[in-house]
């Protein structure tokens, strides 16, 4: 019951993806591999990336690695303009030196923050979303059992829907980066952008509530001024 805000959403949609390399969507990704052949020597090893989608899309097709002598690595960079999409992508590493060939595969994960779900970090953003929706269920009590003035009361309720709203977009924004249907992602980035909306929506209403108080009050105030002045009051 601990985690059960994360954990109920996830098993509700997607499991978990594990063991993988997690890589930020948006950003230059850069690999850095040890090439072998057998006991051939790495300057004499020609290497190869092919990089896939989960749907088997090609994103690279069998491009040359640039060799470091220094580390005595082979590189590549994935640009940008590549990894817009999360989801579960494959290298395949083509190696050849004189006349050998050999073959290695890796799967890597893309999404929004390029961070590994784990036990700690879900921990953590479960306490911060179990405070959030506490102070959300605390308004929305103050707004039944106020007796203060009606702006105020209705100002609990804003306020209450406010914190919810926050409290869910944090749940939405966390799945994201953990769940790999790219469907249910593209309903959390739209989830994300209306409560932008929603946002100043709830600002507006607020100000609304309040200007239209003060108002009242300057001239409730005012006119009992006059009725004092003239003897009425």
């Known amino acids: 019951m601990k985690k059960w805000v994360i954990f109920i959403f996830i098993l509700l949609l997607l499991p978990l993806i594990t063991g993988l390399e997690y890589r930020k969507q948006g950003n230059n990704i850069s690999f850095v591999e040890i090439v072998r052949v057998n006991s051939a020597p790495s300057d004499s090893i020609t290497a190869m990336i092919t990089i896939t989608d989960e749907n088997n899309n090609i994103v690279v097709g069998y491009a040359p690695m640039t060799y470091d002598s220094t580390n005595k690595t082979f590189n590549y960079t994935l640009t940008d303009d590549k990894t817009g999409q999360n989801g579960l992508y494959k290298r395949c590493i083509d190696a050849t030196a004189f006349g050998i060939n050999q073959s290695k595969c890796f799967d890597f994960y893309i999404n929004p923050t390029g961070i590994e779900p784990s036990d700690q970090r879900t921990e953590s953003l479960s306490r911060t979303i179990y405070f959030i ?4 269920i605390m ?6 059992f106020t007796t203060e003035s009606t702006p105020v009361k209705w100002t609990f309720f804003v306020l209450c829907f406010l914190f919810f709203l926050i409290g869910t977009n944090f749940v939405f924004i966390t799945l994201q980066d953990e769940v790999v249907n790219p469907k249910i992602e593209a309903f959390f980035s739209s989830f994300t952008a ?4 929603m946002y100043w929506f709830i ?26 002045r003239y003897g009425i009051a």
């Open 203 to 228: 600002a507006g209403i607020l100000i609304i509530i309040w200007a239209f108080t003060f108002m009242n009050t300057w001239i409730y105030t005012k006119n009992l001024k006059n009725a004092r």
């Open 139 to 144: 308004l929305f009590i103050a707004f039944l």
């Open 194 to 197: 209306i409560s932008f909306i």
């Open 133 to 136: 929706f506490a102070i959300s």
